[in-house]
């Protein structure tokens, strides 16, 4: 199976990467993770980008908060699918890393999920990887339906305490 690349512009992201970092544990996809960033090592982060596909990787996770250049400059470096965390910030929230990464230029694309939505952007990986993994189909459908049921039961709850 091709490897997902996770990578983060500072080890301060990485409580929310962790969240992506679990969630392909729980599928059993493999990942490496990385500390790049488009600004403080941007020769680092150029190189794993334009190595990525020879060297196994199916899908890269760019994780950043701020002026969140990372995924745009990954993707910059590789035709493999990018996709962008947007990081949140203590002053602005993280609305300006949401629009440094989806706010990319024609030809160099970054499918960006919600601040913070690091769970997604796994979920998304594992989609894409599904494409040529039949067994990650399987996981992926079985998931969906664990987490309907989960919400089902709450609304049963719900339903209950308010209209009996
Ligand atoms: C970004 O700046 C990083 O992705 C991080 O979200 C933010 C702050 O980095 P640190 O100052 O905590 O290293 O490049």
Redesign the pocket.
């Known amino acids: 199976m091709k490897k997902v690349g996770i990578i983060?512009?500072?080890d301060?992201?990485l409580p929310i990467v962790e969240k992506a970092i679990n969630t392909l544990k729980e599928f059993e996809v493999p990942f490496e993770v990385h500390v790049f960033?488009a600004?403080r090592t941007p020769v680092e982060a150029k190189e794993f980008s334009a190595g990525a596909r020879e060297n196994g990787f199916g899908v890269i996770i760019a994780a950043?908060?701020?002026a969140?250049h990372?995924a745009g400059a990954v993707a910059a470096n590789t035709t493999l699918p990018v996709i962008g965390i947007p990081?949140k910030?203590q002053n602005l929230g993280g609305m300006e890393a949401l629009l440094s990464t989806v706010q990319m230029p024609s030809g160099i694309p970054v499918a960006t999920v919600a601040i913070d939505g690091a769970v997604n952007a796994a979920l998304l990986a594992i989609e894409m990887l599904s494409l040529s993994e039949p067994s990650l189909e399987k996981k992926l459908a079985d998931k969906r339906a664990a987490d309907t049921a989960k919400v089902l039961e709450k609304n049963k709850a719900i339903e209950e305490k308010y209209n009996s």
């Open positions: 983060m512009g500072s301060s992201d960033s600004h950043a908060g701020m969140a990372l990081v910030s």
